[in-house]
């Protein structure tokens, strides 16, 4: 069974300050990492993909993979309130229908004024 | 930008009745997908379909159906719906491997 596991949280930060999620995963050979924000009653929106090892950054955002260690990241710099939400963390795995993700049971973040 | 639409936004449906969940895709995407999302579960797959009239089961596909008679249009049965299936039901779309997964706006179905 492959798993996808999240800091389960919630996770409370003041503005202006960095958010941290983590996601751990199972299977060493996986080959695509995503992470979606879902505000409530509403869908998930992709905010990051990231591919191989190391830092992607897009605006206040910076994804993290380190496959060695099963292991990716989701850094929020100056966070803001508009930042709360439940971030879901999804994996690829390779082998059979890779077109299927796994999901995290996501970090609920609060980002207080 | 890649437009998935489900047909209703909140549904209430009473036990024992047939109900039909309608997804649509815009952008000539082959794989499409039915998830149910519930607190504490997270995202579930109900069923996948990766060509017209083909699909494979997803983890939980046990008392739905799906149906996929044209390429942009994927839809969820429940044959026969029960209060267990009131839930968030989300639809999504994927054009190649590895890519992520683009999501309709979801559908809240209450089960009476």
């Known amino acids: 069974q492959k798993e996808v596991e999240q800091n389960s949280g919630p996770l409370s930060v003041p503005e202006g300050a960095i958010a941290s999620l983590n996601c751990t995963y199972s299977d060493r050979v996986s080959q695509s990492f995503f992470w979606y924000r879902q505000y409530s009653g509403k869908s998930p929106e992709l905010i990051m993909s990231i591919y191989s090892n190391g830092d992607k950054e897009d605006g206040r955002f910076t994804a993290q993979l380190n496959k060695a260690s099963q292991y990716v990241s989701l850094l929020i710099r100056d966070s803001q309130p508009s930042d709360s939400a439940t971030y879901l963390c999804a994996v690829n795995y390779s082998g059979g229908s890779n077109y299927k993700l796994t999901f995290g049971k996501g970090t609920l973040l609060t980002v207080n004024p | 930008d890649v437009k998935v639409t489900q047909s209703s936004r909140y549904l209430v449906k009473r036990t024992g009745e047939k109900v039909f969940l309608e997804c649509v895709q815009d952008m000539d995407h082959e794989n499409m997908f039915w998830y149910r999302q519930d607190p504490g579960l997270g995202l579930r797959l109900i069923y996948f379909s990766y060509d017209v009239k083909m699909k494979e089961k997803g983890d939980i596909p046990e008392g739905y159906s799906v149906s996929r008679e044209k390429k942009e249009r994927f839809s969820l049965i429940l044959e026969s719906a029960s209060t267990n299936q009131t839930s968030m039901y989300l639809c999504?779309?994927?054009?190649?491997?590895?890519?992520?997964?683009?999501f309709g706006d979801g559908t809240r179905l209450s089960i009476l």
């Open positions: 999504a779309s994927i054009t190649q491997p590895n890519q992520p997964q683009h």
